[in-house]
Antibody
Framework: QVHLQESGPGLVKASETLSLTCSVSGRSISGYYWSWIRQSPGKGLEWIGCIYNSESITYNPSLKSRVIFSLDTSKNQFSLRLSSVTAADTAVYYC???????????????WGQGTLVTVSS | SYDLTQPLAVSVALGQTARVTCGGNNIGNKNVHWYQQEPGQAPVLVMYRDGNRPSGIPERFSGSNSGNTATLTISRAQAGDEADYFCQVWDSSTVLFGGGTKLTVL
């Protein structure tokens, strides 16, 4: 069974950088796609982007200028950095796995429990 | 940009059939995936590629997709089916989610 666990600060000051890590157990992260998804309080889901390896990364165009993904196969984890945060970035952040990139296999079959990140002014 | 439209709320009587729709331009040409989210929990995949159930999802859940509407159907609705349901597609190399539908079982 694959298990994902997000970790990182729950409180970030406005204009600073939000950093989160997703630790994966039960399966190697190699060979799969890994996404970050967020959900603002009481709102819907927003895809932030996905990573397969250091050469294969896709960001949501709406966040592309502020986001950086990385992946560490030795630790079986991947990370998110979101810069210049504002109150609008307050959300529960999820990491999730999908078998492939794109329409056919781009469904999220494993999710982390999510971590709430609050941006303070 | 591509838009996905879901009703904000759907209600169903206990034991009856609920249908949650997801509208989009020619969505029938896309693979639609569905998630169930209970309060305070992470989403759970309940349907992938229109009508495929992951292991562990009851047969009461089924899906279809044609024309401009994809539908998640929940037969013999139970109290435990009360949750938010989100549809998801890919468009122009980007993942899109519907706004979500709150299912109430009366």
């Amino acid at each position: 069974q694959v298990h994902l666990q997000e970790s990182g600060p729950g409180l970030v000051k406005a204009s600073e950088t939000l950093s989160l890590t997703c630790s994966v157990s039960g399966r190697s992260i190699s060979g799969y796609y890994w996404s970050w998804i967020r959900q603002s309080p009481g709102k819907g889901l927003e895809w932030i982007g996905c990573i397969y390896n250091s050469e294969s990364i896709t960001y949501n165009p709406s966040l592309k200028s502020r986001v950086i993904f990385s992946l560490d196969t030795s630790k079986n984890q991947f990370s998110l950095r979101l810069s210049s945060v504002t109150a609008a970035d307050t959300a529960v952040y999820y990491c999730a796995r999908h078998p492939t990139y794109g329409d056919y296999g781009g469904y999220f079959d494993y999710w982390g429990q999510g971590t709430l990140v609050t941006v303070s002014s | 940009s591509y838009d996905l439209t879901q009703p904000l709320a759907v209600s169903v009587a206990l034991g009856q059939t609920a249908r949650v729709t997801c509208g989009g331009n020619n969505i029938g040409n896309k693979n639609v995936h569905w998630y169930q989210q209970e309060p305070g929990q992470a989403p759970v995949l309940v349907m992938y590629r229109d009508g495929n159930r992951p292991s562990g999802i009851p047969e009461r859940f089924s899906g279809s997709n044609s024309g401009n509407t994809a539908t998640l159907t929940i037969s013999r609705a139970q109290a435990g089916d009360e949750a938010d349901y989100f549809c998801q597609v890919w468009d122009s190399s980007t993942v899109l989610f519907g706004g979500g539908t709150k299912l109430t079982v009366l």
